[in-house]
Each structure stands twice: as C-alpha cells, then as structure tokens.
C-alpha cells in the first residue's frame, strides 16, 4: 500500500504535463488545419471560388451593409427575371450570420477587414473549429490519444480540403462543424445524462439547421442509434435524457429558421425521430412502472401500458400514413429521394441529375479523398467492438450510413470524412497502444536476460511475474476491504468484480504483447502509412484544390498559363451594359453573374424553378428565330455562353448541353433528346443532326470559330466542327473573351414591320395582311 501511496505524486505530475502536451498538440493542429488551406491565397489571391460562395458573399455583403432585419426582409429582384427571390425566407442563414458577426467583432476591435477577406478565411478558421470538435467526439469514445490522431487526421483529409479550403465560402464552411459538435455533444449527454449538455445539444443542432439543408442527417441518424440501444436493451435514462429534449427543443428551434418553418414537422426526413419519440417514452414508462410494482401488478400494468402504447403508435403511423399519402413525393425532397433510391432523378429530375456533385463517386474518388484511411476504417470499426459502449456503437452506425450516402452522391464523401478520421484514429491509437506496450515489455525482457545482470534484473524487474502476483495480491487485499465495507445488497457483485479483476487483466496482458521484432517493424510501417497520408494530403491541397473555377490555370512546355475569361467577361457586362439589362445563360453561371456583373438574370444555381429553368433550355435547345421569342419575350438583352473547344476546357456548354435538353423536354414535350444524337451518340462533327446544327447553343459556340485555325477542330470534343460557315440572324456577337471561353451575344431589336410601306398606299384587299403578320409574330415561343 505504501508503494501505491508513493506513486500517486508521480501520477498527478504526469496526468498534468500529458494534458499540457495534448493542450499544445490540439493547438498545432489547429494551426495546421488552417495553414494547409492557405494553398489558394498563396499560389492565385484572396477571391471567392467556385459559383454558390459567390451569392453567399453577395448575401453577406447586404446583410453587413443593411442589417439584420432588412436581410430577412430582402427580395431579390435581380434574380429569376421576372420573379424574384425573398432571400431571408430561401437561404440557410448560417454562414451569412457566421460571417457577418465575425465581421462585426473584428470591426468592433478596429480591425478593418474587408468583408470578402472575412468570408475567404471563415472556412479555414471553422476547419481548425472541425478538427477540434472531433478530438472532443473521439475523446468520449474511445480516449485522448485515439481523439488527438482523429483530430489531426481531420485536419489534412482532402475531402474536407476540397469544400473548406480558403475562398471556399459554402454552407459545408461552418456545417461540418456543426455536425460534428452536434454528435459530441449527443455522446458526452449520453456518457453522463446531464441536461446541461442535453440543452446545448439542441442549440447546437439548431446551428446546423441554420447552416445546411444535411441536417436531416442529424435527425435521422441519432433517432437510429436510440432505436438500436433500445433494440438491444441498453435503455437508460441517460438515453432519454440524451434524445427527448433533442427532439422537442430542436424541433422547435428548427421551425424558427425560415426556410424549414413547418418542414421540420411535416416533412417524412422528420417522422423517424417523432416515431421514436413516441418509443422511448412508451420504454420509459415501462422501466418506471417496473421499479415501483411487484412482479404480479407489474404484468397487470405492463399489458395496459402496452395496449396503450401500441394504439398511439399506430394511431401515429396512421396520421404519418395519411400525410405521406396525400404528397406526389411521399413527403421526401428530391434530394432525399435520390439519395433513398440513386436512380430517382435521373428518372424524374433531371435538374438534380444534372449537378456533377450529385453523381455517384468512382473508386478512385475515395482513394483521392481519404486515401489510406479507406483501409484503417475496417480496424477502427473493429476496435469499437473491443469493448462495444453506447458511444462506440453510435460511431460504428454513423460510419455504416455515410459510407452509403457518400457512395450515393459524390458531395456526401464530406460526410463520410470525419467517421472517416475518428474511426482511423481509433484504429491507429489502438494499434499504437499495443504496439509501443509490446516494444516496452519486450525489451524489458531482453535487458533482464543479458548475463551481466541476470542476478539483478531478476529481483529487481517490475514486470517480473512474482510482482505481477504481489500487484494482483495487493490488488485483492485492497478490494477486499472496500467489500466488508459494502452493503449486503452489492456484495455478490463485489465478490465477482474481485475475482474477475485479476484474471482479466492477466489475460489482457497476454493478448497484447506481440513479439519485439514485428511489433518494431509495425510501428515503422505505420509511420511510413502516416508519410505517405501527409504528403498525398499537401499535394492535393496545393495541387488539385486549390484553384479557384473563376481563375484557371495549366501548365505546358513554355511556362504556366492563367484563364481569366470569366472575369474579364463580368467586367465587360458591368462596364458595357445598362443596370436594368437582363442577361441570360444556364443556371451554372448566375450567381456570379449578378454578384460580379450586378446585372439581372433570368436563372440562378438556387434552382428552385425547374419551368423557369426548362424555358431557358428550351430556348438554347431551339432553332435561332424561336429562341429570340422566347428570349425576347423575357426581356432578355445579352446571351452568355461558355465555351471550351478553344482552349480544351470540358465543363463548357456544350457539354452541358444534353442536360439542357433533358430539362426543357421534361417540361415542353417538342423538345426530345433523340433529336439531337446520332445513332444513340453524342456529336458536334459533320455527323451532328440537322437539328443540333441548327440550334442557339451550337451556333453561339461556334460562330467565327473556323477563323481561329482555319480548320474549326475542338480541342474538347477532339474533332473537327460540322457546321463551320454560318451568319446569325437575331443575334450579333458583341464580346468574346481572350481566350473564347466566355461569348456574349446581344439580341437584335426586331425589325420596323412598316418599313418601306409608308410609300405605298394600301389597297381595300391588303389590310387582312398585316394581321396575320403581327399575329405570326406573338405566337406563343414556347410551343
């Protein structure tokens, strides 16, 4: 008992530096999330990527500029021409408010910031956030050490880098954190069943709500772990505590934020977690009823708690069946159900299937995204099983559920990422616990058996069996005594504790000690793994994400070459045409469009009018004539396209263009995709049909571009074009950027129908035909 009491000292000044060390740890990967995300500003300058970000720095601009309570009031009129947008009740207000705040704090400090410098680095800042947040979920899983690993894996994955790094001003920014406190903050409820944790929960989950529209993940996910543990019989009150007040203060929260409203209670991604609500009571109250009842009356009780349970969870169902019944889509978005059934917007959506984020991943995406950890995600799930606790099964389900969805829908593998991290922390700290154990005893071991000491070591070795046994000894004693001293209600369960304490911990030591030679080669092994992760973790930050879609750049034998068509084009929109023109172009580009051009358009990335944006692909799928009526008939001025066959740029219009065709015959019926493909292909060669030849889309593209080679080869397409020698009609070409990736086109005013006629006096029998002129000419464009 004295050696224990001496070591105790040792131990406090040890726990204290360890928490010092992983204190300072914590901090470096902090900064190390930060920094590796840097890549963009370093290499290019601080601009916004890609095409969402922009209308979220436009949103944050307004909301920084006009306050809180005009940005809620916003409407947009130079969105969706003629529509509009009501911007406070269609966005998720997270990231704006997120941004807006810092951008407050900071100037309350006299830090004078731009607004577009605060959103270029809030994802950077929020990662650093992120990777925290895991150290704290992994820590109540599986320990300190398995939490550090999985924070600094966080850190330097790529498919977190590719949605976080600086510039990247995305809902995903400030949502992955929020996600992943959210589950912490579940867990660490449901490690101590406070209700404290229980109330930040909830708010923390209201966050996510505000952030993302992924929060249904969140809803759904931890009412499946609740089930599970409820299945399984580890029903607690912690468990309650942990779920109840999620679900009735999240709810409500969740119903303030606009653009959910009453979603959070109508919407089929909700009812899981109402269904389970209704669940754990009924287990609730029967726990209760069997604590306080004698077996006789408690089977009395348990038979009407039952019955009554049953007819309210049917009469549940009945009322979910009913609302389900009463929607074309079941109650589920679009989105829900292409990730529930991956063939369901490709059938019914194209719009949604037109999005490359939303396509299914190929194998190489996981390797490229979260490289070796795909294969020490089998081992942490291992691990979790060795011991299984209610916080370990939660990690197993939330990995087993965001493997499938990432393989749904390629955007989702920023889900899988963090189960991703914590289980490979989990695997790696497990890994690294027994081996280190391994190498110390072992060479322990090999020092008593060297012949100059063999006398010595033999007494003296603390791992000696004989005080193994006068540990284990004292260990018995010791517990002895806390026995005599227990009530005669625990006593049985001390007697067993006693007895098997020793026993196991003797049978654990010889389950973990591997040999010494494979256990050095392992640890080598694993630093080498770790090696390879970091490097190919600093290549894609630098390399493959890094570049921000507005600027472009490719290297070639004669140095390194910078594309910055897209902004020379908005520049020219801004500088050449008048505030109220409208401009018009596929979806992908109008975001930027009125952010960097502040100019109108008619369709925008929000996508939340598939007539609206069917019409516009309508226009580009039609001959030149019908689509100056359509566009002419909502005020449309300028036409932009995107154009790659010059400089070999493949997400250009073209190939984009069998989508637009899709959308706009999914609506207008005349528009039909065999048209535009021979024999079942794709072709913009001699081969084409008349009717790709001849539509706005091919024409837009391609006019004058035989003038640049004298061939008209597309660097893309890698063939010649079919349609080389054309003049436009009702269009005219009035800017096309240095190096033809972005073309804008006027639409020419219709011409005087009384030309030249003024001269001719009109005979009695003529009149009829100026009618029938004028009614050629309002005939309906889109029929």
């Known amino acids: 008992m004295a050696a224990l009491g001496e070591a105790k000292p040792g131990g406090t000044l040890r726990h204290a530096f360890g928490g010092v060390l992983g204190f300072f740890i914590l901090l470096l990967i902090g900064v190390l999330a930060f920094s590796i995300r840097l890549f963009s500003v370093i290499k290019y300058e601080s601009v916004i990527h890609e095409f969402d970000p922009y209308f979220n720095y436009r949103v944050t601009q307004f909301l920084t500029k006009n306050g809180i309570y005009d940005f809620w009031n916003w409407f947009d009129d130079r969105t969706w021409y003629p529509l509009g947008r009501v911007i406070g009740g269609t966005v998720y207000p997270g990231l704006t408010l997120t941004a807006g705040t810092m951008w407050w704090v900071l100037h309350s400090l006299n830090v004078p910031l731009s607004v577009e410098t605060v959103c270029v680095f809030t994802a950077p800042i929020f990662s650093a956030n992120a990777a925290w947040a895991t150290y704290l979920l992994t820590k109540e899983v599986k320990g300190t050490g398995a ?11 790529p498919s977190y880098i590719s949605r976080s790094v600086a510039g990247s001003y995305d809902n995903e920014a400030v949502a992955i954190f929020a996600l992943i406190f959210t589950f912490y903050l579940y867990i660490k409820t449901l490690n101590t069943g406070s209700l404290f944790y229980a109330t930040l929960n909830a708010l923390s989950y209201f966050y996510m709500v505000c952030s993302w529209g992924g929060y249904t993940f969140i809803i759904n996910l931890i009412p499946m772990h609740v089930l599970l543990l409820i299945v399984t019989g580890r029903y607690s009150s912690r468990l309650y505590i942990a779920y109840a007040p999620l679900v009735i203060l999240g709810t409500l929260l969740a119903a303030l934020v606009p653009v959910v409203g009453f979603n959070a209670l109508m919407t089929s991604e909700h009812f899981a977690s109402f269904l389970v609500f209704i669940i754990i009571h009924v287990v609730a109250l029967v726990h209760y009823i069997k604590g306080i009842l004698s077996t006789k009356m408690y089977k009395v009780a348990i038979t009407l708690v039952l019955s009554v349970g049953i007819t309210v969870c049917a009469g549940f169902l009945a009322i979910l069946v009913a609302l389900v019944a009463s929607s074309p889509t079941k109650g589920w978005s679009g989105r829900s159900l292409s990730l529930l059934d991956p063939t369901y917007a490709s059938k019914y959506i194209p719009i949604i299937a037109s999005v490359s984020e939303h396509q299914p991943p190929t194998w190489p995406s996981y390797f490229m995204d979260i490289n070796v950890l795909a294969f020490l995600v089998p081992a942490g799930i291992i691990a979790c099983f060795l011991p299984l606790s209610d916080a370990s099964s939660f990690m197993v389900l939330y990995i087993v559920t965001s493997v499938y969805f990432s393989g749904v829908m390629v955007r989702l593998m920023l889900v899988l990422a963090p189960a991703a991290c914590i289980m490979s922390g989990i695997a790696l700290s497990e890994a690294f616990d027994v081996l280190t154990r391994s190498v110390k005893l072992q060479l322990a071991k090999l020092f008593q058996s060297l012949p100059a000491h063999s006398g010595d070591t033999t007494s003296e070795s603390s791992t000696s069996p004989n005080d193994v046994a ?8 010791k517990t002895e005594d806390l026995k005599e001293r227990s009530s005669k209600k625990n006593r049985k369960k001390d007697k067993e504790t006693v007895e098997n304490a020793p026993l196991k911990s003797r049978s654990e030591k010889r389950l973990m000690v591997l040999p010494l030679a494979p256990s050095a080669v392992a640890i080598l092994l694993l630093v080498v793994l770790g090696s390879l992760y970091v490097i190919h973790c600093v290549w894609a930050a630098a390399e493959a994400y890094s570049a921000p879609s507005i600027v472009l750049t490719s290297r070639s034998h004669d140095g390194l070459h910078v594309f910055d068509d897209f902004r020379e084009a908005y520049a020219w929109l801004g500088h050449n045409t008048n505030l109220d023109d409208k401009v018009a172009s596929w979806w992908d580009y109008g975001y930027q469009t009125t952010a960097m051009a502040n100019r109108t358009v008619i369709v925008d990335n929000n996508t939340w009018n598939n007539t609206h944006i069917a019409t516009v692909g309508t226009a580009m799928s039609s001959p030149e004539k019908a689509a100056w009526d359509i566009f002419n008939s909502l005020d449309v001025k300028y036409v932009l396209v995107v154009f790659g066959g010059f400089v070999g740029y493949p997400s250009d219009d073209i190939n984009k263009f069998l989508w637009m065709v899709r959308i706009g015959g999914g609506v207008f019926p005349h528009i039909k995709e065999p048209d535009y493909l021979r024999d079942g292909q794709y ?64 639409l020419k005013p219709p011409k005087n129908r009384m030309k030249g006629k003024s001269r001719k006096p009109k005979t009695s029998s003529k009149p009829s035909s100026t009618p029938r002129k004028e009614e050629t000419y309002r005939k309906n464009p889109w029929q």
């Open 683 to 746: 072709r913009i060669d001699s081969q084409a049909t008349p009717t790709m030849l001849n539509c706005l889309m091919y024409k837009l593209s391609f006019y004058r571009f035989v003038e640049t080679d004298g061939k008209g080869f597309d660097r893309v397409r890698r063939t010649e074009i079919g349609k080389k020698y054309f003049k436009l009609t009702h269009f005219e070409e009035v800017f096309t950027t240095h190096h033809w990736m972005v073309r804008i086109y006027k």
């Open 147 to 157: 939490g550090l690993t999985a924070a600094a894996l966080l850190a330097i994955v």
């Open 470 to 477: 006068k540990v284990d000894k004292k260990v018995l004693i």
